[in-house]
């Protein structure tokens, strides 16, 4: 492994246009479970007191047509707001890991010397930004803050539970955490701004993510195509392990600290 760290440390130490796409897997050091991971291979979950080794991940728990689709929020609006306000007391009782702190500091190594370092997320936990990260896309929203149904105005509901289920909006219609649900179109600007990183970067980074839901895992081919040289940080095995310039099979927490003690200033 270590041949491929110094190698993707020297690739961005040397890079002008550098996009990462990070997914649930760059947050599992910081306790928050992955979506697609059997629990019993996952680190155990601190955040919420320890995941037992029998239930397998988040999706396995629940099912997910029930709980993050439009429509599972117009059957059961109750049950759907307390299960993401769960996680999102999670979220915000979890820390940023040192693969998030390590994210930050490449940022401003690569933007320090007039480089450009785009961090496309697929989570909603907003751990990056805790940990520095500035340029930050999230593809799939932000559980963090909610939004009107009726109106679309964002709040950010305080750091404790919440203690009314449906919650409502100061007009009276329901609130909805404002993530992307299956079936919903990402956020235009999120996608316009991930197209033009990715059209232009010279390094793609993937860490994180099992490069299975679309169309962010999209990217990732779209960067080869545009001859950038690709690097994939995972713990296992994924559809572009086979794809990538280098695929480091390792935690993130554990490798990108070490790319960030081999490149240079
Ligand atoms: N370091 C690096 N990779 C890890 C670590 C770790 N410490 N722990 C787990 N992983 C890897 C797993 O091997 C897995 O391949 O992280 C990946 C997580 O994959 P998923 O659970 O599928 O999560 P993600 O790729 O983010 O899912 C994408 O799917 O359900 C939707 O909206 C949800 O944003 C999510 C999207």
């Excluded at 897997?25 to 919420?48: P, V």
């Excluded at 759907?80 to 190594?109: F, K, M, S």
Aim: proline residues 7%.
């Amino acid at each position: 492994m270590s041949g491929a760290v110094d190698a993707v440390a020297e690739l961005l130490s040397r890079a002008r246009r550098v996009v990462v796409l990070t997914g649930a897997g760059i947050s599992a050091e910081s306790g928050l479970r992955t979506f697609r991971e059997a629990a019993d291979r996952q680190e155990q979950s601190t955040s919420r007191g320890g995941v037992p080794p029998t239930m397998e991940g988040l999706w396995k728990s629940f099912d997910p047509q029930k709980l993050a689709t439009p429509e599972a929020f117009e059957a059961d609006p109750e049950m759907v707001t307390r299960w993401y306000d769960h996680r999102r007391v999670g979220c915000l009782a979890a820390q940023p890991n040192p693969g998030h702190v390590a994210l930050a500091e490449i940022e401003r190594r690569v933007v320090a010397r007039g480089g450009v370092f785009t961090l496309l997320t697929q989570n909603v936990d907003r751990l990056h930004q805790r940990a520095g990260s500035v340029n930050v896309v999230e593809l799939h929203g932000s559980i963090i803050e909610w939004r009107c149904v009726k109106t679309g105005r964002k709040v950010t509901p305080g750091p404790g539970a919440m203690t009314e289920f449906p919650p409502r909006s100061e007009c009276g219609a329901l609130l909805r955490p404002d993530v992307v649900w299956f079936g919903e179109m990402l956020p235009e600007t999120a996608v316009r701004a991930a197209q033009e990183a990715v059209a232009e970067c010279d390094v793609f980074l993937s860490v994180g993510t099992s490069a299975q839901v679309y169309p962010a895992a999209g990217f990732i081919h779209a960067a080869a195509r545009n001859g950038a040289k690709t690097v994939e940080v995972n713990k296992d095995p994924t559809p572009i392990s086979p794809m990538v310039d280098w695929s480091v099979l390792a935690k993130a927490g554990e490798v990108l600290p070490e790319v960030v003690g081999r490149m240079g200033e």
